[in-house]
């Protein structure tokens, strides 16, 4: 299984640039950004703003891989008997 990265152009706070990101990672983005009843950019906008790491990418790959493994963790909670 193999996956390419993709620049994407995008708009983040008014400004243009670039986000080079695997498909998955956008995919789970845009997932992430409906499920918030928001924009991809306003999402970018808002990780752009708080990012501690070095580039927005890898600030994206990590909250994508947060949220899901918050989710799976919730999900292992829900199915674990009290």
């Not at 950004?33 to 906008?45: H, I």
């Not at 994508?64 to 909670?77: D, T």
Request: some cysteine; aromatic content about 4%; proline content about 1%.
């Amino acid at each position: 299984m193999q996956s390419s990265v993709v620049k994407r152009s995008v708009v983040v706070g008014k400004h243009k640039t670039s986000v080079s990101l695997e498909d998955e990672f956008w995919m789970g983005l845009k997932e992430i950004a409906a499920s918030r009843r928001t924009t991809c950019s306003a999402l970018l906008g808002e990780l752009n703003e708080h990012r501690q790491s070095g580039n927005l990418s890898s600030a994206v790959r990590q909250f994508v891989l947060q949220h899901y493994q918050e989710r799976a963790q919730q999900s292992e909670h829900a199915a674990s008997p009290s």
